[in-house]
């Protein structure tokens, strides 16, 4: 994730920096000491910003005018020494609202939500031309689906696998499989999904059991629950 920081003083921009620097998941895009700063960074930038922790009371523009006029991709947070402003800051949609002086653990808890609620973002936007987007390192990449052999669930994740890469997203395998960008995999067991075109050869294991091997070589079993749906898509092919 990306975050741009925003406040007139000094002090406090050095102190979301050493607060921030442990997080190796996240980059400092930029910083700016008033809104208008802001503002024209996030222009001149505008793939370089996931979110923005911003302060309220600041020369000229107020963060809540800068709020008001950021791109609607753009997340906010707004960090602040006044309390009043608040329900003003969650009508602008903003992520979360830091009083200071606020302490290292909850600058983590709210860049903990921008990153849950980036992540739903980036849902809302596929498909994007057979790409499905994944947050990695902090950056968003678009990632061709035509490229990937397989996804497997993992936990609360899904793998997206290629032949020599692999993505995490943050989704489940169903959920994955219901979206229209998915509609050329076939599921193949409870917690895999390929892509049919990927697969080089059906091979019986014996029983009634039988694997795929794909294109790189690595197997997938095939699911005798899953068969009959798999034997529709190759038919289909």
Partial sequence: MNLLLVDDEAPALAKLRRFLADDAKLRVAGEAADGDAALAFVAAHPEAV????LDIQMPGRSGLEVAAALPPHVLVA??????EHAVQAFELNAVDYLLKPFTRERLA??????????????HALQPVADHWLVTDRGEVRRVPLAEIECVSAADNYIELRSATSTWLDRTTLAAFLAHPAAGRFVRVHRSCAVQPSRVAALEPL??????????????????RRYRDEWLAALSGR
């Fill in 109 to 122: 808890a709210c860049v903990a939500r921008l990153r849950e609620r980036l992540a739903t973002a980036l």
């Fill in 206 to 223: 014996g029983s009634g059991d039988a694997q795929l091997r794909l294109a790189s070589g690595r197997c997938i079993r095939l699911s």
């Fill in 78 to 83: 707004f960090t602040t020494a006044f309390d």
């Fill in 50 to 53: 996931d979110a923005v922790l």
